[in-house]
Nanobody, 123 residues
Framework: QVQLVESGGGLVQAGGSLRLSCAASGRTFSSYAMGWFRQASGKERLFVAAISRYGASTYYQDSVKGRFTISRDNAKNTVYLQMNSLKPEDTAVYYC????????????????WGQGTQVTVSS
């Protein structure tokens, strides 16, 4: 069982930056691939980024490539999403998720989810 708690969301102007954090409980964090997803108001939840268990491999949605960076610190049981050059269309609730094994982009592959953190980008 893994419990996930996101933080770092907020209101930022277009072009600005935010860093989201997701802290995981438990002693086996390195057993889990981690992902970030987002859900804009009235829309479906979509994949943003994922990272393998030890950080060797990362994956991104095309619209965030070059602007967002996913990373993890297994000693701190934490995964991060650095978001730069933010755009109004990045506005959403951001969720982190965990799954045992390899990183995946499909949300149904993830077993554990955080409660989400709101990111709002003003124009």
């Amino acid at each position: 069982q893994v419990q996930l708690v996101e933080s770092g969301g907020g209101l930022v102007q277009a072009g600005g930056s935010l860093r989201l954090s997701c802290a995981a409980s438990g002693r086996t964090f390195s057993s889990y691939a981690m992902g970030w997803f987002r859900q804009a108001s009235g829309k479906e939840r979509l994949f943003v980024a994922a990272i393998s268990r030890y950080g060797a491999s990362t994956y991104y949605q095309d619209s965030v490539k070059g602007r967002f960076t996913i990373s993890r610190d297994n000693a701190k049981n934490t995964v991060y999403l650095q978001m730069n050059s933010l755009k109004p269309e990045d506005t959403a609730v951001y969720y982190c998720a965990a799954r045992r094994g390899v990183a995946e982009q499909a949300q149904y592959e993830y077993n554990y989810w955080g409660q989400g953190t709101q990111v709002t980008v003003s124009s």
